[in-house]
């Protein structure tokens, strides 16, 4: 089959204005005469449900956390893109346009990308309106900053807390919706299936995490907002709930996943301290900005900050202002992220585990003062001495990448529609914006885009062409079998009793991810994680122990679903790693490399996106290819040398 | 480290709850409070016990999920949230009580864990300006001074854990509810609906049987996010400028 992207005729800069007035619209009267179903209350959940309710729609949205607000859109620290050129510094719409595509290695689509840098000036007006605080200057205007090494200042930010303050003024917009009663809300209740039928997306099946109540919601279309799979190596800098049950169900309905190996591993999270470890926490990569990082020249095992402040210089390699003289510790988020793997792997890491390097302040503080250093990071060295107990100020921080984000997801064509109609997919869900490597900032800039700007433009085209009657009951048999379906999971978790928690399972599952398909993949270890995972599956649906009973609060049982998913997920990531046998943006295969062992893209052979098809449970998927044309940019290797 | 912990266990709303007490062997001062409640969770589990059922999510600080009420403190002795505290601010050998945050309006949903969907309810009330997407003006038209930008942002930074409800004893919901006014009345944009806003969040905050505020201050003490009493203040301005001077309003209750 062949995968139409619907992308617009016509030059870049007209595209999505033509496509605007192409698309069909609902008449206002008949609007309330359809249900559109919304999962995730994230920044493209939230944004999506309060946007479709205000045009007449009536919305139901779902979340498993106990408020919308909780959606974890909330942890994101600094900031959001806009093409507004507020500093006349040089912004335009298509700087932003070529940044991101660039950025992304040239695995994104040109069309999707650019209505993304044009709807990213409308976002900024809308969260304003809302009253979102976003830092000011001292006349009043919005303040900007440059951020992840981008040469303009197109930064909008609150703090460092501005997914919060983004999300928040979503969930306003969100609650002005439910007290209108255009929008129903279900806090604490978990999607577990999509129902198809007819190749159409009816509705979902949901389970009550109070009650265990499992019930069927039907729908003219499924909108899922849910987020990234960040989890699937068990410590990320994800939230812990953050999960890929609802995209990964939906796939093996029929939807197709995309590019899942492109994961992001952010270069300054704090290290790992122990077994326990349940996360890890990342701090803003401006730290960067008058940090410098460093290992010592030979093995000192055991090495500690403590005795850092005592190595003379000449025993000291600052590894990145060697190789990379030009940007030094402003290397793109993969590239730092590889180095510190690199050295950590020779033997050279510091800290208890061998797994961290110094990010160390004392040049800044010397050439800067402590008060200059204190008013740029105060808040995020209070951090880090309230994580470690140690005081950066005196002793350099240790620093080790973690996973952050995932650029896979879902496939969507322009109308962010997967292949299933009617089943649509927004924000970090899916795949379409990002390329192999998302920018810094750019994040809450889709969710917000999809969900204010895109969605409520393209579901009317497809709600005007179904009509109102085209919707089921949810007595029909495809919405009976999906029920029957759902329940027969979760009696089978609850019956099989065995002797390893679930958290064991997604730990063991993190191990082998993060060896074998973490920050840079070959094709024998991967194929070693493929039978690892394999073998974990079979294990955990024979030996995994779920105590408790459906028809309560059972976090155990939750968590279950949520990890045999994510096993399912890893063993196909492991396949698209190895179907790619290139490097580009995140994903590193050692196999193709300059002699200076940097990542080498390969256009001739993997200018495509992947786009994964369910078999059936032990069938291999099947891989199609859409092909990436580019006619507005011209395709460059990336240098930081 | 060794420690001892009482820790309430309440199987759901209905049924009566009691503390239970557990030892946690090889805690490690590393680890975070929460952590160590995984690790105690593991070993429930081991031996066929029912795990503490407890919310969380971010682990970072700023969701607002994690709720534990600590030694008789909301999120525990420092001012930080549950997740972001550490078992290195105890003492080895220390026995420590955890409890669900205690008070009318958050029913207890099952051990830890509590329901807060009071909050939403007052949030649904007024805390949000009136605008649909598009059809706004360009963000700069709209100046504001740094000062009452700044101002807004911290009552804005508050992240509806309600500690708050938890350290008052009369569990008054007066800070959270502050925060959101004195946010919105802040800013121009909050400016045209304030007095609705003001009386119909206050009205909702009563519906839902929060306690009335006697100024202890108690909720400022323990907010992890710093949110000043001052946004109290400003509420109690705010919503007596209302009554004086608007309309009347409908009070709607809670569920």
């Given at each position: 089959m062949t995968l139409d992207s619907k992308i617009p005729e016509g030059p870049l800069s007209e595209k999505w204005t033509k496509h605007k007035f192409n698309l069909k619209l609902v008449n206002p009267a008949n609007k309330r005469k359809y249900e559109v179903i919304v999962v995730g209350t994230g920044l493209a959940g939230a944004s999506a449900a309060a946007s479709l309710a205000e045009l007449g729609y009536n919305v139901k949205a779902f979340c498993f956390q106990d408020s919308p607000r909780r959606a974890h859109s909330i942890a994101a620290q600094g900031g959001i893109n806009a093409a507004k050129n507020y500093q006349n510094d040089g912004d335009s719409v298509h700087r932003l346009f070529y940044d991101t595509i660039k950025g992304g290695d040239y695995r994104a689509r040109e069309g999707n990308v650019y209505r993304l840098a044009q709807v990213s000036v409308s976002i900024i007006d809308q969260c304003v309106a809302q009253g979102v605080p976003f830092a000011r200057e001292y006349g009043g205007l919005l303040a900007n900053r440059s951020f992840g090494g981008a040469q303009v200042s197109r930064t909008f930010y609150a703090r460092g807390q501005t997914g919060q303050q983004l999300l928040l003024g979503a969930y306003s917009a969100l609650n002005r919706q439910i007290a209108n009663g255009k929008v129903k809300m279900y806090n604490r209740t978990e999607m577990l299936d999509v129902v198809v039928s007819d190749g159409k997306a009816r509705g979902i099946i949901t389970r009550d995490?109070?009650?265990?109540k499992i019930e069927a919601h039907s729908a003219h279309a499924v909108l899922l907002c849910t987020g990234g799979y960040g989890n699937v190596y068990y410590l990320s800098t994800n939230a812990m709930g953050s999960n890929v049950t609802a995209a990964w169900r939906a796939h093996k309905k029929g939807a197709f996943f995309s590019n899942p190996c492109f994961t992001q591993i952010h270069p300054t999270c704090i290290p790992v301290t122990g077994d326990h470890q349940s996360k890890l926490t990342l701090m803003s990569e401006s730290l960067r900005n008058d940090g410098r990082i460093w290992v010592p020249k030979t093995a000192r095992p055991g090495f500690k900050g403590t005795d850092a402040v005592n190595l003379p210089e000449n025993e000291r390699d600052y590894f990145l202002e060697r190789k990379y003289p030009s940007f030094g510790n402003l290397v793109p988020r993969d590239v730092a992220s590889r180095n510190a793997k690199q050295v950590c792997d020779e033997g050279r890491g510091v800290g208890a585990t061998g797994l961290a390097v110094f990010l160390d302040f004392t040049d800044a503080i010397k050439r800067d003062g402590k008060k200059t250093i204190e008013a740029k990071y105060g808040n995020l060295f209070d951090m880090y001495k309230q994580i470690t107990g140690e005081n950066p100020y005196e002793v350099p921080m240790m620093i080790f990448p973690a996973v952050h984000y995932t650029m896979g997801g879902l496939w969507v064509d322009y109308n962010l529609s997967t292949n299933v109609p009617g089943l649509y997919a927004l924000g970090e869900a899916n795949f379409s914006d990002h390329g192999a490597n998302r920018l810094g900032a750019s994040a809450l800039m889709q969710g917000l885009a999809d969900g204010y700007f895109v969605i409520p433009y393209t579901l009317g085209d497809y709600l005007a062409t179904i009509g109102w009657a085209d919707k089921l009951s949810t007595d029909h048999p495809s919405f009976k079998q999906a029920l029957e379906s759902v329940n027969g999971t979760i009696n089978k978790l609850l019956s099989?009793?065995?002797?390893?928690t679930v958290d064991e399972y997604h730990r063991e599952l993190g191990l082998i991810m993060w060896e074998y398909c973490g920050m840079s993949r070959n094709e024998p270890g991967l194929k070693i994680a493929k039978k690892k995972i394999q073998e974990l599956k079979v294990n955990f649906w024979s030996n995994v122990n779920v105590l408790g009973s459906n028809n309560e609060l059972n976090q155990e049982l939750e968590k279950a679903g949520r990890v045999s998913d994510l096993i399912e997920l890893g063993e196909l990531m492991v396949d698209d790693a190895l179907s790619r046998g290139e490097s580009c943006g995140g994903h590193f295969r050692e196999e193709s490399q300059t002699p200076e062992g940097e990542a080498m893209r390969n256009d001739?052979?993997?200018a495509y996106v992947s786009a994964w098809e369910f078999k059936g449970d032990g069938q291999a998927e099947e891989l199609h290819k859409e092909l990436l044309i580019f006619e507005n940019v011209k395709l460059t290797q990336r240098s930081y040398k | 480290m060794k420690i001892t912990l009482k820790v309430w266990r309440q199987k759901n709303r209905d049924s009566k709850g009691a503390f239970k007490t557990y030892q946690v062997?090889?805690?490690?001062?590393?680890?975070s409070f929460l952590e160590m409640i995984d690790v105690l969770n593991t070993d429930l589990i081991k031996k066929g016990e029912e795990s503490i059922a407890f919310d969380h999510d971010?682990?970072?600080?700023?969701?607002?999920m994690c709720s534990m009420y600590i030694n008789g403190h909301p999120h525990g002795p420092l001012q930080t949230t549950t997740c972001q505290l550490h078992m290195r601010s105890f003492k080895d050998g220390e026995t420590i009580t955890v409890e669900p945050w205690r008070a009318k309006a958050f029913p207890v949903v099952k051990d830890l864990v509590v329901d807060r969907s009071a909050f939403d309810r007052i949030q649904q009330?007024?805390?949000?300006?009136?605008v649909n997407t598009g059809g706004v003006p360009d963000a700069n038209e709209i100046p504001i001074p740094k000062i009452v930008a700044d101002e807004a942002f911290d009552a804005a930074a508050c992240i509806g854990c309600g500690a708050c409800v938890a350290a008052c004893k009369n569990a008054s919901a007066m800070l959270f509810v502050g925060a959101k006014v004195s946010q919105l009345a802040l800013l121009p944009q909050g400016k045209p609906e304030r007095k609705q806003r003001a009386e119909r969040m206050v009205a909702q905050m009563d519906a839902e049987g929060f306690g009335s505020c006697t100024n202890t201050g108690a909720c400022e003490a323990e907010c992890p996010k710093g949110i000043s009493v001052t946004n109290i203040a400003r509420l109690n301005r705010e919503y007596l400028g209302a009554m004086l001077t608007s309309y009347q309003v409908e009070v709607g209750g809670g569920e």
């Amino acid at each position: 089959m062949t995968l139409d992207s619907k992308i617009p005729e016509g030059p870049l800069s007209e595209k999505w204005t033509k496509h605007k007035f192409n698309l069909k619209l609902v008449n206002p009267a008949n609007k309330r005469k359809y249900e559109v179903i919304v999962v995730g209350t994230g920044l493209a959940g939230a944004s999506a449900a309060a946007s479709l309710a205000e045009l007449g729609y009536n919305v139901k949205a779902f979340c498993f956390q106990d408020s919308p607000r909780r959606a974890h859109s909330i942890a994101a620290q600094g900031g959001i893109n806009a093409a507004k050129n507020y500093q006349n510094d040089g912004d335009s719409v298509h700087r932003l346009f070529y940044d991101t595509i660039k950025g992304g290695d040239y695995r994104a689509r040109e069309g999707n990308v650019y209505r993304l840098a044009q709807v990213s000036v409308s976002i900024i007006d809308q969260c304003v309106a809302q009253g979102v605080p976003f830092a000011r200057e001292y006349g009043g205007l919005l303040a900007n900053r440059s951020f992840g090494g981008a040469q303009v200042s197109r930064t909008f930010y609150a703090r460092g807390q501005t997914g919060q303050q983004l999300l928040l003024g979503a969930y306003s917009a969100l609650n002005r919706q439910i007290a209108n009663g255009k929008v129903k809300m279900y806090n604490r209740t978990e999607m577990l299936d999509v129902v198809v039928s007819d190749g159409k997306a009816r509705g979902i099946i949901t389970r009550d995490l109070i009650t265990g109540k499992i019930e069927a919601h039907s729908a003219h279309a499924v909108l899922l907002c849910t987020g990234g799979y960040g989890n699937v190596y068990y410590l990320s800098t994800n939230a812990m709930g953050s999960n890929v049950t609802a995209a990964w169900r939906a796939h093996k309905k029929g939807a197709f996943f995309s590019n899942p190996c492109f994961t992001q591993i952010h270069p300054t999270c704090i290290p790992v301290t122990g077994d326990h470890q349940s996360k890890l926490t990342l701090m803003s990569e401006s730290l960067r900005n008058d940090g410098r990082i460093w290992v010592p020249k030979t093995a000192r095992p055991g090495f500690k900050g403590t005795d850092a402040v005592n190595l003379p210089e000449n025993e000291r390699d600052y590894f990145l202002e060697r190789k990379y003289p030009s940007f030094g510790n402003l290397v793109p988020r993969d590239v730092a992220s590889r180095n510190a793997k690199q050295v950590c792997d020779e033997g050279r890491g510091v800290g208890a585990t061998g797994l961290a390097v110094f990010l160390d302040f004392t040049d800044a503080i010397k050439r800067d003062g402590k008060k200059t250093i204190e008013a740029k990071y105060g808040n995020l060295f209070d951090m880090y001495k309230q994580i470690t107990g140690e005081n950066p100020y005196e002793v350099p921080m240790m620093i080790f990448p973690a996973v952050h984000y995932t650029m896979g997801g879902l496939w969507v064509d322009y109308n962010l529609s997967t292949n299933v109609p009617g089943l649509y997919a927004l924000g970090e869900a899916n795949f379409s914006d990002h390329g192999a490597n998302r920018l810094g900032a750019s994040a809450l800039m889709q969710g917000l885009a999809d969900g204010y700007f895109v969605i409520p433009y393209t579901l009317g085209d497809y709600l005007a062409t179904i009509g109102w009657a085209d919707k089921l009951s949810t007595d029909h048999p495809s919405f009976k079998q999906a029920l029957e379906s759902v329940n027969g999971t979760i009696n089978k978790l609850l019956s099989i009793k065995g002797n390893k928690t679930v958290d064991e399972y997604h730990r063991e599952l993190g191990l082998i991810m993060w060896e074998y398909c973490g920050m840079s993949r070959n094709e024998p270890g991967l194929k070693i994680a493929k039978k690892k995972i394999q073998e974990l599956k079979v294990n955990f649906w024979s030996n995994v122990n779920v105590l408790g009973s459906n028809n309560e609060l059972n976090q155990e049982l939750e968590k279950a679903g949520r990890v045999s998913d994510l096993i399912e997920l890893g063993e196909l990531m492991v396949d698209d790693a190895l179907s790619r046998g290139e490097s580009c943006g995140g994903h590193f295969r050692e196999e193709s490399q300059t002699p200076e062992g940097e990542a080498m893209r390969n256009d001739n052979e993997f200018a495509y996106v992947s786009a994964w098809e369910f078999k059936g449970d032990g069938q291999a998927e099947e891989l199609h290819k859409e092909l990436l044309i580019f006619e507005n940019v011209k395709l460059t290797q990336r240098s930081y040398k | 480290m060794k420690i001892t912990l009482k820790v309430w266990r309440q199987k759901n709303r209905d049924s009566k709850g009691a503390f239970k007490t557990y030892q946690v062997d090889h805690a490690s001062p590393d680890m975070s409070f929460l952590e160590m409640i995984d690790v105690l969770n593991t070993d429930l589990i081991k031996k066929g016990e029912e795990s503490i059922a407890f919310d969380h999510d971010c682990r970072e600080g700023i969701c607002g999920m994690c709720s534990m009420y600590i030694n008789g403190h909301p999120h525990g002795p420092l001012q930080t949230t549950t997740c972001q505290l550490h078992m290195r601010s105890f003492k080895d050998g220390e026995t420590i009580t955890v409890e669900p945050w205690r008070a009318k309006a958050f029913p207890v949903v099952k051990d830890l864990v509590v329901d807060r969907s009071a909050f939403d309810r007052i949030q649904q009330a007024g805390g949000y300006v009136s605008v649909n997407t598009g059809g706004v003006p360009d963000a700069n038209e709209i100046p504001i001074p740094k000062i009452v930008a700044d101002e807004a942002f911290d009552a804005a930074a508050c992240i509806g854990c309600g500690a708050c409800v938890a350290a008052c004893k009369n569990a008054s919901a007066m800070l959270f509810v502050g925060a959101k006014v004195s946010q919105l009345a802040l800013l121009p944009q909050g400016k045209p609906e304030r007095k609705q806003r003001a009386e119909r969040m206050v009205a909702q905050m009563d519906a839902e049987g929060f306690g009335s505020c006697t100024n202890t201050g108690a909720c400022e003490a323990e907010c992890p996010k710093g949110i000043s009493v001052t946004n109290i203040a400003r509420l109690n301005r705010e919503y007596l400028g209302a009554m004086l001077t608007s309309y009347q309003v409908e009070v709607g209750g809670g569920e």
